[in-house]
């Protein structure tokens, strides 16, 4: 039974973009590390985990124009919209 709750929590995890592994704690301080200078988590409110992770990734690889260059990976990306509180 572990096996398969172990299997399960992996699939879920590889389908949501790994934010079933997500680390609220690792995003708040990666949040405060790299983006409390210029936002607040409220600035969030109302926005998806899919679009949180979406802009995050478009951000990170140049795609979306920011203030600063940013250099987030998957496993971090998904600690901030934890973070964040997104669903």
């Not at 039974?1 to 699939?11: D, G, R, S, W, Y």
């Not at 926005?47 to 992770?53: G, N, V």
């Amino acid at each position: 039974m572990k096996k398969f709750v172990l299997v399960a929590a992996t699939i879920a995890g590889v389908a949501f973009g790994g934010a079933a592994l997500a680390d609220a704690a690792a995003g708040k301080a990666k949040f405060e590390e790299t983006c409390a200078d210029c936002h607040e988590p409220a600035d969030f409110k109302g926005k998806s985990a899919a679009e949180l992770s979406q802009a995050m990734k478009d951000i990170s690889s140049g795609k979306m124009k920011h203030k600063g260059k940013v250099k987030l990976t998957d496993a971090e990306i998904a600690s901030l919209v934890a973070h964040l509180g997104a669903k």
